[in-house]
């Protein structure tokens, strides 16, 4: 697992506490997810207007239309991906690089794309401020994937799409999981893409609503 520099020590831990509590309430059991989001700071990752209710389990404005998502669907995400430390990560939807963080810690490399250049500017800043240092932000079609470092072990996708795109079926490695919000613009189901040597199976995790994946392979602007 990767470590970052930073353990904050910033006057939140008590929030982050209780955050924690509340998700392990909700049903995660992760033990790696639930350090992940009990050591990184939400509210460096939240503009200043909404920075008081960073830790709240609930969605939040982040600028451009777009949110960071509530904490219990980030949980339950990666804990569907079952990471191990050692995986090879895409993310489409940087947003604010929260979960790009949770991520970092869970994963030993993180690529994560970002379709608005500003707010790929603003999660590059928190993430280094933050210390973490295996992830590296690009901006692009996310639903083009990123050839040039596929295949990946684990394809994390934080925007809601019609289909799976298929260029990131192609580049899920065998034995890879790729979790997606599938459905219209208005309601989801979260669901869970594995390719294994048999081809591709999709299990339902749960009903979601995310903001439109928009790109060559989702939806049209
Ligand atoms: N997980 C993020 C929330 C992401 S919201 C967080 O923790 O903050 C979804 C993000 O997906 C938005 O930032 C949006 O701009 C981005 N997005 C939408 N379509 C995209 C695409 N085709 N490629 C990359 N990013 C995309």
């Known amino acids: 697992m990767a470590s970052r520099g ?40 939240v503009p200043e207007s909404v920075r008081h209710r960073a830790y709240e389990d609930s969605a939040l404005p982040i600028g451009g239309g777009q949110t ?15 990471l191990t430390g050692r995986e090879k990560a895409l993310e489409v939807g940087t947003g604010s690089g929260y979960q790009t963080a949770l991520l970092s810690q869970l994963a030993g490399t993180v ?6 250049p500003h707010l ?16 590296t932000v690009l901006v692009g079609d996310g639903t083009l994937g990123w050839r040039a470092f596929a295949p990946y072990d684990a394809i994390l996708v934080a925007a809601a799409s019609p289909s ?15 979790v997606i919000p599938l459905g ?5 189901v979260l669901t869970l893409v594995q390719r294994t040597t048999r081809g591709v199976e999709q299990s339902a995790i749960g009903d979601v609503r995310f903001v439109p994946l928009i790109g060559e392979f989702g939806f049209r602007e």
């Open 6 to 45: 930073v353990t904050p020590g910033d006057g939140y831990g008590g929030y982050r506490a209780q955050l924690v509590e509340t998700l392990r309430r909700k049903g995660i059991r992760d033990l790696a997810v639930l350090r992940a989001v009990a050591e990184t700071p939400r509210h460096l990752f």
């Open 184 to 188: 219209d613009r208005q309601a989801q």
């Open 68 to 82: 960071i998502s509530q904490p219990f669907v980030q949980a339950r995400y990666l804990e569907v991906l079952a």
């Open 120 to 135: 790929a500017q603003q999660a590059r800043q928190v993430l280094e401020a933050t210390g973490c240092r295996n992830v």
């Open 111 to 116: 690529f994560s794309v970002e379709r608005l």
């Open 164 to 178: 799976v795109p298929a260029p990131l079926v192609e580049q899920l490695a065998e034995g890879g999981r790729l």
